[in-house]
């Protein structure tokens, strides 16, 4: 099975209050350690992404990513097969 950049896994939903608040997609460190195994750089990753340098760092630390983001993660995913 080919690699994929950035694997992404729903959090658990929270309960706050009685009301359940939606699940956040998250890449997390997954992301990071396979863009390290390729030997690309944020700032490659992040460009191809179209986000920002320091969005893609929060995102490989532990910041939900949003749908245009798994989208574009797809779609890289897709060009790097």
């Known amino acids: 099975m080919p690699e994929t950049l950035c694997k992404t896994y729903p959090a658990k939903a929270a309960k706050q209050g009685g009301r359940k608040w939606r699940s956040k997609l998250y890449a997390g460190s997954n992301c990071a350690e396979t863009r390290t195994r390729l030997g690309l750089t ?28 798994v989208l574009a993660l797809r779609r890289v995913n897709s060009a790097l097969m």
């Open 42 to 69: 944020q700032k490659y990753v992040a460009a191809k992404l179209g986000v920002s340098l320091p969005y893609l760092n929060q995102m490989e630390n532990h910041r939900p990513v949003s749908a245009a983001v």
